[in-house]
């Protein structure tokens, strides 16, 4: 049952990618990345092992979205944002080595602060 539903998860994730905009393919990578953290901060807050594929996986989505930024068009916007994810990569990276959970909340909120942004500029 459970290979069952984590096949219908991927399928349906798979499905949102193919049919979204890049505006929403944005969205979406950074709903995963927040989804991804908070789960890695409740298993080093409550002392669990195992996240370490779960918090890789995060820094690799907001890898990707630096690498998403168009750094010509973009301008200042785009220069702020790549200093912002490569402070993300680097607190998830300390977080991990300090198995500190308050490292992962901070770029959880500033992930969420600039999904707020993004989902405000609409799908243009």
């Known amino acids: 049952?459970?290979?069952?539903?984590?096949?219908?998860?991927h399928m349906n994730a798979q499905t949102q990618l193919t049919d979204a905009s890049p505006h929403k393919v944005i969205q979406l990578l950074m709903a995963g990345a927040i989804d991804r953290l908070i789960k890695?901060?409740?298993?080093?807050?409550n002392k669990k092992g195992g996240y370490h594929d779960t918090l890789s996986n995060a820094i690799d989505i907001i890898l990707a979205l630096n690498c998403a930024l168009d750094m010509e068009k973009g301008g200042e916007i785009s220069e702020n944002l790549n200093s912002l994810?490569?402070?993300?990569?680097?607190q998830l990276v300390q977080a991990n080595i300090e198995r500190d959970h308050k490292k992962v909340d901070e770029v959880i909120s500033l992930i969420k602060t600039v999904k707020d942004g993004w989902d405000q500029i609409g799908d243009e």
């Open 85 to 90: 994810y490569d402070y993300m990569q680097l």
């Open 40 to 45: 890695v901060s409740a298993m080093m807050e």
């Open 1 to 9: 049952m459970r290979s069952a539903i984590k096949m219908y998860t």
